[in-house]
Nanobody, 119 residues
Framework: QVQLVESGGGSVQAGGSLRLACRAS?????MAWFRQATGKEREVVAA???????YYSASARGRFTISRDHAAKMTYLQMSNLQPEDTAMYYC????????????????WGQGTQVTISS
């Protein structure tokens, strides 16, 4: 059974930092972080291929860093200079699709970890 377990969410003030972690039960080609704010659609935040190629959304670029520890089956999202608009449930996702940029083909999802940023 595939399992993705996120951790590291919490509440911080604007300008603060958080590091999210995702532990996978198996190794996957594509790993990504998505988020969904209340009343909004889920959106991709960052993704990483097995060779280290990364993708960031416009809002994440320059503030967030995705990384992977393949041996430990861990994926991280280091978030800095957090702003109230970053408040959302953050989900770890895994997939085996040809292109890691095919956002609708991520097959496996964690339960999410809440990130709340106060101004």
């Amino acid at each position: 059974q595939v399992q993705l377990v996120e951790s590291g969410g919490g509440s911080v003030q604007a300008g603060g930092s958080l590091r999210l972690a995702c532990r996978a039960s198996d190794s996957y080609k594509c790993m990504a972080w998505f988020r969904q704010a209340t009343g909004k659609e889920r959106e991709v935040v960052a993704a990483m291929t097995p060779t280290g190629t990364t993708y960031y959304s416009a809002s994440a670029r320059g503030r967030f860093t995705i990384s992977r520890d393949h041996a430990a089956k861990m994926t991280y999202l280091q978030m800095s200079n957090l702003q109230p608009e970053d408040t959302a449930m953050y989900y770890c996702a895994a997939g085996t699709q040809f292109s890691c940029g095919s956002w609708n083909q991520y097959r496996y999802w964690g339960q999410g970890t809440q990130v709340t940023i106060s101004s």
